[in-house]
């Protein structure tokens, strides 16, 4: 048969699986990257026309910033310079030195970044922006001449100003009145005017720079989005050949399967190699075992909450245990006042206690021993080759889950276990349950929490 088997073997023939799956792998791989590099680079040509809007609407509000900042300055100065009033000097010299917006909208449109041209549209307008400062300060410093002011008292920019020579031999009217004029004049105003148009020229360099990047970007996005249809287009004929494939080679075959395995016949040769193999073998164990049926499976019933094993496997190992003539300990327990539990807490928490009381039981008891949950909260304990000699480990035992359940670290109620035992030195008899059962009522008359054996009554 075995020389049969290979020969069978050496002549089967069919398409692998598994080289279609490294190849249908390899394609989708290949696909899904190259999706994921068009799409990053999809977001990366977003950023780069968000990121040029933002420095458009940015250099927008700086540049309105520059203009709100220069016309209140010129306000104060000219109010100084009609009435010399000293709080309009502070006015200018706090935007100037304090707030600061002309400067700070200045230096923050020189760092957005643009084009040469447009570096030099706004260094102009720096500059301008300078002499125009300088011409206002030496305004203040020939109002506050003519208006006696104290030197020492001003602001120190206006200290500092060294007026010239034809400026000091004036009275204080003419002194005022060039102050007037310096900050209303036409010269004045065209050196306002300059700053704006530089700053203005500047704003529309980097919108022209805007608009050249969004077009470059939308060029490039529309490349890549054709190129994602492509992939896109090879990944919906990559998934309709797989499920070809999949239906030949796999589902098809399983319906032959079924079929055969349903009329008690052989399994035809067809689809994948893997499933030409599989059918091969599956007839030569049928031909072989056809006239052998064996039952021997056994599977033993568990309680769904507690995991072990529950009344209806409980009674089935009662049964299996009476023709086995061995000494053994059976054990009652009840969780002492659970409906207190369940009143209190809750069932949710009742639950969570009785799982931990057969978590301890399994603990606590060796492998060959059986843990069942034979009520609500009612377990039993069979413990295989145990004789009254053991009396001092079941004692203990008890013990100590008692201590565990009564002690919680887990953040559930105490509990504690009413235990009652008996002995056996054949099996388990009809008469164990019962004498058990008369040890456990014993220790509840007694005030629960304890254990009691059946042959100390």
Known sequence: ??????????????????????????????????????????????????????????????????SEASDYLTEQVRL??????VQYMDAYFEELNVTKRRETALAQLKERGAGAEATNYLSMALESSDTLAQEEIYAMRLVSE?????????????????????????????????????????????????????????????????????????????????????????????????????????????????????????????????????????????????ANEEMLLYRAEHDPLTGVINRGGFDKLRKLLKAKPEPMAFMLFDVDKFKNVNDTYGHEVGDQVLKKVAAIAEEHFRSNDFVARIGGDEFAV?????????????????????TDLMNPSDGLPPVSLSVGVAFSELGFGDELYSRADKALYRVKENGRCGHAFYDEL
Not at 225 to 234: E, G, L, N, T, Y
């Open 382 to 402: 069979i413990m295989t080759a145990s004789t009254p000699e053991s009396k001092s480990i079941i004692r203990q035992k008890i013990e100590t889950m008692n």
């Open 146 to 290: 003519a208006y006696g002011y104290e030197i020492e008292t001003l602001p120190a920019e206006v200290q500092d100003v060294i007026l010239k020579e034809e400026d000091r031999s004036l009275n204080p009217d003419e002194m005022s009145t060039k102050g007037r004029a310096m900050v209303f004049d036409t010269s004045y105003q065209n050196l306002k005017s300059q700053i704006m148009e530089n700053i203005s020229y500047f704003t529309d360099e980097v919108i022209k720079g805007t608009q050249q990047k969004q077009a470059e970007s939308a060029d490039e996005l529309e490349r890549a989005v054709s190129i994602q249809r492509i992939c896109i287009s090879f990944l919906f004929i990559l998934n309709i050949v797989t499920f070809i494939m999949i239906i030949r080679l796999i589902v098809k075959p399983l319906q032959i399967y079924i079929k055969c395995i349903k009329e008690g016949k052989t399994l035809e040769i067809s689809g994948s190699y893997e499933f030409r193999y599989l059918a091969l073998t599956y007839n030569d164990i049928y031909e072989l075992n056809a």
């Open 80 to 85: 100084y310079a009609v009435n010399g009033d």
């Open 1 to 66: 048969m075995e020389g049969t088997d290979t020969s069978k073997q050496k002549n089967l023939h069919g398409i692998r699986i598994r080289t279609i799956n490294y190849a249908m792998i390899v394609a989708a791989c290949i696909i899904y990257i190259s999706l994921l590099y068009i799409t990053v680079q999809v977001s990366l040509k977003c950023s780069d026309t968000l990121s040029a809007t933002d420095m458009h609407i940015a250099c927008e509000e700086d540049a309105r910033l520059v």
